[in-house]
């Protein structure tokens, strides 16, 4: 990546302006995507899995004003009954849109003078701080990295839209030859899992080494064009694929293919994006699978979801050269992988040869998020920090952990330690898989 690319600028910054440039960059983002959308279609209940629109708007900001300006010493800007409006522990998401929230315009006003007391207040910290909250600008990374996991989750609500025609203007993505598919050999040994980065989240860390043997992985995701072969094949009706759960959870829900695709004659898929229909591009990583799906998936080919301690193993290498990201240590751009959200979906795979690890594994990060066949616990060592309620709240059987990102993540919330998890029932989010398999 070019070091005057702002990705590579903002990480050789010091943590303040970093933090600065991070902050500025998730509000444009959040201007972008809903500028122009009518109050109707803000306030609006699109879907009982997510908020409101306009409800994330003044969230993302009243977290900005808990964590960068009272938690730091400055005055408050609101009141605690303001706090619990929009504390989404609160409130389930399926009924956000029946509280007496700020009209749409109020939200964005609430917002932007957050911002404008936090970028006042943070001329008053050194650089050098050793208060735990400030060392390294760790609440400032974490405050710029919520704003943008905000903005993915609104990305996932305007897919779900169908009341207004969304038609994001999209970069461009890269359109390859073919990729064929093929397994790659990773050797065992120790990995270093986890991350110690002042801007890791709690879950994160500490960094520890584990063991992980010898194992197959698939070089790239599973595809549209893969995927549609299982249900061919009649997958979605052979028990013998499914976990027992899921199984069940598939015939009550009657489910038969990948959400959002729309079946045509003759076995031809359509797909639903956003706010329009296109054919189903067989080349590009299948998206909007559940945990359940992928499994059955893998047990359909012979194969197996890789652990999470196997994901970071590919990404990262063994221990004795780890690395931050799939091809090293330099921050991702555009030419190692589809991030940022400004495409509005993934890429054929085989798009980001720049992007591969050395062994050859190719789009780990970006595209799409990942299913490992792990469960969500903390780390050993696991200390909660700064608050319970970002990850130990979830910790337990309940939830699989998702790695890698998505086309929808932004680049300052994506590393091979990243982790993110989710019910295994969830198909609205941007996942997918590849699958891995026992050396034998």
């Not at 729309?262 to 998206?287: H, T």
Request: proline fraction near 9%; aromatic fraction near 12%; include cysteine.
């Amino acid at each position: 990546m070019s070091l005057d690319s702002p990705v590579a600028r903002a990480r050789a910054l010091p943590w303040k302006a970093r933090a600065v440039e991070e902050l500025t960059a998730a509000r444009a983002r959040m201007r972008r995507m809903l500028e122009g959308l009518p109050g109707s279609v803000l306030v609006q209940q699109h879907s009982p899995l997510m908020s409101p629109l306009f409800w994330d708007v003044a969230h993302v900001a009243n977290q900005e004003e808990q964590w960068l300006l009272r938690a730091l010493g400055a005055p408050a800007l609101t009141t605690a009954d303001f706090d619990a409006l929009y504390d989404a522990f609160r409130h389930p998401r399926a009924t956000r849109c029946q509280l007496p929230l700020l009209p749409p315009a109020q939200a964005f006003a609430y917002a932007a003078r957050v911002r404008e007391a936090v970028l006042e207040h943070l001329q008053r910290f050194p650089e050098d701080s050793d208060v735990p909250l400030l060392r390294g600008g760790l609440v400032f990374g974490l405050v710029a990295q919520h704003e943008q996991q905000h903005l993915e989750t609104l990305c996932a609500t305007l897919q779900w839209m169908t009341s207004h025609a969304y038609r994001p203007a999209a970069r461009p993505r890269p359109r390859p030859g073919r990729a064929a598919q093929g397994e790659v050999y990773l050797p065992g040994g120790l990995v270093r899992l986890g991350s110690d980065s002042p801007w890791a989240y709690d879950n994160e860390r500490p960094a520890h080494l584990v063991r992980v043997p010898g194992f197959l992985l698939d070089a790239h995701p599973v595809t549209n064009g893969d995927y549609a072969v299982f249900v061919a094949s009649g997958g979605y009706e052979d028990a013998r694929w499914w976990d027992p759960q899921g199984y069940a959870w598939i015939r009550e829900q009657g489910v038969r293919h990948p959400l959002f695709w729309i079946p045509q004659a003759g076995g031809a898929w359509l797909r639903r994006r956003f706010g329009w229909v296109e054919p189903l591009p067989a080349d590009e990583p299948v998206q909007h699978v559940c945990w359940y799906e992928a499994d059955a998936y893998a047990r359909w080919a012979g194969k197996r979801l890789p652990t999470e301690a196997e994901w970071e193993r590919a990404a990262s290498g063994l221990a004795g050269a780890s690395r931050v990201f799939p091809w090293g240590d330099t921050p991702a751009g555009r030419e190692r992988a589809n991030l940022g959200g400004d495409t509005w979906g993934p890429s054929p795979v085989g798009s980001y040869p720049a992007g591969a690890t050395p062994e050859g594994i190719w789009g780990l990060i970006g595209d799409v998020w990942e299913w490992t066949s792990s469960t969500f616990h903390g780390h050993p060592g696991f200390v909660a920090f700064p608050y319970r309620e970002y990850s130990e709240v979830f910790f337990g059987t309940e939830y699989r952990v998702l790695k890698g990102g998505a086309w929808a993540s932004a680049p300052v919330a994506v590393r091979n330690s990243f982790r993110n998890w989710d019910y295994p029932i969830r198909r609205h989010i941007f996942a997918g898989f590849r699958c891995a398999r026992d050396a034998r």
